[in-house]
């Protein structure tokens, strides 16, 4: 269930005074299994290009390819497409709004036309994917925290057994705990259910700790495209562009700067700790 972008371009308000070009020239594959990491300053094209993935946006011009079929080719079947990849948006809690959690996660599933007893183990499994407590099914969502707020709605586009999950930068405005929670969970879900993940983040710790490759946006094009260790090998040309590498990797470099024989394509605190430990033994 690959990803296929071809000289994909994205201009808004086309032919107004408002006119400004979005993408440019993309050209990315996305295998299936995969968890990509996106990031990018503010107006780098990331949302942008995420909203592409399942039909939301349409390209001004170039190809999108989903398991090698062209899906703006005329009669492509849209609505399967946007159920085999699921969107998450940014503050998903927002899209909240039935009468209990358990009822809410069931609305995607009913929507596709399931019968209610399917659309209850849909929902259910879905609920425990995301770890959320049995107690809270009957609950009003609008009662949870922020982080189970989360949870409900990241499940109710679980119950929909996308095989592609595209996360807005998932956890804005959780606590650090809440943050860690959210993100252990999606790569738990990666790893269980052999999905697609792809993530938009602020984070440069996140990234590296759960991304497989790491997509940086720069005024709507692909800057780098690669694991996120090669990523980071370009810190400085990052930070020219508004972005950072993990701390770790500055306090790599400058350990390296003062004669301790580390390696600087550090990404994670663990690796650091190992790799330092190395060097001073």
């Not at 005074?17 to 299994?33: R, S, V």
């Not at 503050?91 to 009913?110: A, N, R, S």
């Not at 690669?226 to 972005?243: A, I, N, R, S, T």
Request: proline share 4%; hydrophobic share 35%.
């Amino acid at each position: 269930m690959s990803i296929k972008l071809e000289h994909l371009n994205y201009v808004y308000s086309q032919g107004t005074a408002y006119e400004k070009k979005a993408l440019n020239d993309i050209c990315l594959t996305i295998p299936h299994g995969e968890f990509i990491g996106v990031i990018g300053h503010t107006g780098s094209g990331k949302s942008t290009l995420i909203q592409h993935l399942n039909g939301l946006i349409r390209a001004t011009s170039g190809e999108l390819y989903y398991n090698g079929e062209n899906i703006y080719r005329e009669g492509y079947p849209m609505r399967e497409l946007r159920n085999e990849v699921g969107l998450v948006f940014q503050y998903p809690e927002h899209q909240l709004f039935e009468i209990d959690v358990l009822t809410d996660v069931c609305f995607g599933p009913k929507n596709q036309g399931l019968s209610p007893e399917e659309c209850k183990e849909r929902a259910l499994s879905a609920l425990r994917l995301v770890g959320l407590k049995e107690k809270y099914y009957e609950s009003s969502p609008f009662e949870l925290s922020g982080g189970q707020k989360r949870r409900a709605a990241i499940a109710g586009v679980l119950a929909m057994r996308p095989k592609v999950l595209v996360l807005d930068e998932p956890t804005a405005g959780l606590d650090p705990k809440g943050r860690d929670d959210i993100l252990d969970q999606i790569a738990f879900l990666h790893r269980e259910t052999d999905m697609t993940v792809i993530l938009v983040s602020h984070s440069m710790e996140d990234i590296a700790r759960y991304a497989d490759r790491l997509i940086v946006m720069n005024r709507g094009t692909v800057m780098y495209y690669d694991e996120p260790k090669k990523v980071f090998e370009h810190y400085q040309e990052l930070e020219k562009v508004g972005l950072a590498a993990p701390q770790v990797t500055y306090i790599m470099h400058d350990l390296a700067k003062n004669g301790i024989a580390v390696r600087t394509d550090v990404t994670t605190v663990s690796e650091a700790a190992d790799e330092i430990m190395r060097a001073l033994s």
